[in-house]
């Protein structure tokens, strides 16, 4: 993605040799400043330097240009692309930045119903963020920061283990911030949910 003030670094870990690099126009600046080149660049190349454009060209990169008046974001278009192309594993990283609707918006496409099938997290700087519908289980440490918001609606039925404050097959009410920041009693924490979509926030200690 194109934030403006990324920490990409993290994403290393996540990249293989079956991995798809996908920049979202002016975002595959991160890819190549992780010392990478995209396979595919996304958009409507408002965000991007003619110069970078000729220059990914020619190492034989695809670029997919879109009209600027269209009914997706770039964000939106490089999951469908990946969707397309058989991917069920995405993640995202470059969505913050001084552009807080854009941030918003990607967090939101976690959560669209269309892409409910994928698994899809947005990692940047400290944290991990991704939706929960039935069960995750969370790979961390002791004292890592955890925090569920509900998404829409209530979500029914939750509950917790491994985290200081738990759950026990509680409700958590849309618009409540009842559980910001709760904190890892160990390496491993589960949250399982009953109905609904929770934004979980996981920010490493």
């Not at 008046?69 to 278009?77: A, I």
Request: with cysteine.
């Amino acid at each position: 993605m194109n934030g403006d003030a990324a920490d990409c670094l993290g994403i290393r870990k996540y990249i293989d040799k079956e991995a798809l690099l996908i920049g979202c126009d002016g975002g595959a600046r991160h890819i190549r400043a992780l010392g990478l080149t995209p396979h595919v660049v996304v958009g409507d190349f408002d965000s991007i330097s003619p110069r970078v454009l000729k220059s990914l060209e020619h190492q034989g990169v695809e670029l997919i240009r879109h009209p600027e008046d269209k009914s997706h974001t770039d964000s939106e278009l490089c999951i469908l692309l990946a969707k397309e192309r058989g991917y069920r594993r995405i993640i995202l990283t470059g969505v913050r930045g001084t552009h807080t609707d854009h941030m918003v918006g990607n967090l939101f496409l976690l959560a669209k119903k269309e892409f409910a099938s994928l698994s899809m997290k947005i990692v940047e700087g400290k944290e991990e963020i991704f939706v929960v519908r039935k069960h995750v289980r969370i790979e961390g440490k002791k004292g890592d920061l955890v925090s569920l918001l509900p998404l829409g609606h209530d979500v029914r039925g939750v509950t917790t283990k491994g985290l200081v404050y738990s759950l026990r097959g509680e409700t958590l009410f849309s618009g409540s911030t009842r559980s910001l920041r709760n904190r890892m009693t160990g390496q491993r924490a589960e949250i399982n949910v009953r109905s609904g979509a929770v934004l979980i926030v996981h920010r490493f200690a």
